[in-house]
């Protein structure tokens, strides 16, 4: 954009990436050094789509009267086609300008037209550089084709250690020990010698499969990292005996409990072990097995009902208020309730939709969500129903339900 101002920039660019990549980051540290006009809306602070369009011509009207540039407008913007026209407004004379989203697809309630609306509003508005900066884009999220991307990939295990370990954690809180002679100096050596490999042995052996991001990894290495340095506060090992340290705390790296944030202190007992925790399922097999369960307990009609972030359906009888869904005579076929009959058969790609509704993320490219679909039909907890699939398993075509353990238990 700043390279070669003479050409005109492309009115849409979509800036995707997995979580904690630092899109947000980059995309402000360039924008500042290109002395480019800019202005960057964070989504999330938003609550309604009525929010973010009035916060928009609010933070356009005040980047132009910080670079000098007088702007008459009204501060109220109820929908799109009003903000193309303050835009327009508001814009007229100036050559370039970028408009950032910084999280559009983190909105709480937007409105189904907003994406494919914010995307098109480079061809109404001249000059004006629209930048979407989601964490992973849909096939047709946007409707419309020729819109350049940039990818941020996911940060390998060299990259993630070597950022983390830039900033250690120290190993004795307070004082230290009084029969050591130890000082800040030898500290921080111990602490930059002894943070990375205890980095590179959490990320083997809980950041590559369970942990979803940087975030995730970072924040399972600082609840990790006090139990696993309290031997060496107590004086059984030294700074530079991380082998027999890490055999000592081998029990850390064997639980997937510190993956999940809980508010309750662990339980004091240490030798007591619950019986539901020895066949506890892996982090992404766990929602697989929930979603799984949900496609054979719910018709697929209501899918959209249940899962759907935009649907917003309602019956409304004609005099006002709710209508009854049995009316006003009592039915007369008798309806079992679902979870006494027998589990029903669905599509692997309903699966999917329903997996990437009830997760609190967007899936990892690094999963591979079919191996575990594969592991869990293996342990009988996925049945194949039949279908068109009948070659590989996993093809499309094929239909899958729970497994009667999971019926039973659930």
């Known amino acids: 954009m700043s390279e070669q101002p003479h050409l005109p920039n492309p009115p849409t660019v979509v800036v995707h990436g997995a979580h904690a990549t630092a899109k947000s ?18 989504c999330k602070e938003c609550v309604t789509g009525r929010h973010l369009l009035e916060r928009t011509v609010a933070a356009v009207r005040g980047s132009l009267s910080d670079d000098g540039i007088d702007t008459v407008s009204n501060a109220r913007c109820e929908n799109l086609s009003a903000l193309t026209a303050q835009l327009q407004r508001l814009l007229q004379g100036v050559d370039k300008y970028i408009l950032v989203f910084d999280g559009i697809d983190r909105l709480r309630e937007p409105p189904l037209t907003l ?39 996911s940060y390998a295990r060299n990259q993630s250690i070597h950022i983390l370990s830039r900033g250690p954690l120290d190993i004795f809180n307070g004082d230290f020990p009084p029969d050591l002679d130890y000082d800040d100096e030898t500290h921080a050596e111990d602490k930059a010698w002894l943070w990375p490999r205890f980095c590179a042995a959490v990320f083997d052996s809980l950041g590559q499969s369970c942990a979803r991001d940087f975030a995730s990894f970072r924040s399972v290495c600082h609840k990790l990292w006090p139990t ?71 018709p697929a009609r209501l899918d959209q009902l249940y ?53 609190p993320h967007d899936v990892r490219s690094t999963i591979d969500v079919y191996a575990q679909i594969a592991t869990l039909a293996s342990l009988r907890l996925l049945v194949r129903a039949g279908g068109f699939g009948g070659g590989d398993p996993l093809e499309a075509g094929g239909k899958w339900k729970v497994g009667p353990a999971v019926s039973w238990t659930l």
């Open 115 to 153: 994406l494919p609306a914010l995307a098109r509003l480079g061809e109404h508005v001249p000059g004006l550089t629209t930048v979407l900066i989601v964490n992973q884009p849909g096939p047709r999220f946007l409707h419309a084709s020729g819109i350049p991307h940039i990818h941020f990939t």
């Open 25 to 42: 980051g980059l995309v402000k540290s360039y924008l500042e050094r290109s002395e480019l006009r800019h202005v960057i809306v964070s």
């Open 228 to 298: 696993f340095v309290s031997p060496i506060r107590k004086g059984d090992f030294g700074t530079r005996d991380f082998s027999r340290l890490l055999v000592a705390q081998r029990k850390l790296f064997q639980e997937e409990s510190v993956l999940l944030d809980s508010i309750l202190s662990p339980t004091a007992a240490v030798g007591t072990t619950k019986r539901s925790q020895a066949y506890n399922l892996p982090y992404y097999a766990k929602y697989i097995l929930i979603s799984a369960y949900l496609c054979s307990s719910n």
């Open 307 to 359: 899962f759907s972030q935009t649907s917003e359906r309602k019956r409304r009888k004609k005099g006002g208020g709710t209508a009854r869904s049995g009316g006003g005579k009592p039915s007369q076929q008798r309806k079992l309730p679902r979870h006494l009959l027998a589990p029903a058969a669905f599509p692997l790609d309903r699966l999917l939709a329903v997996l990437r509704a009830i997760l």
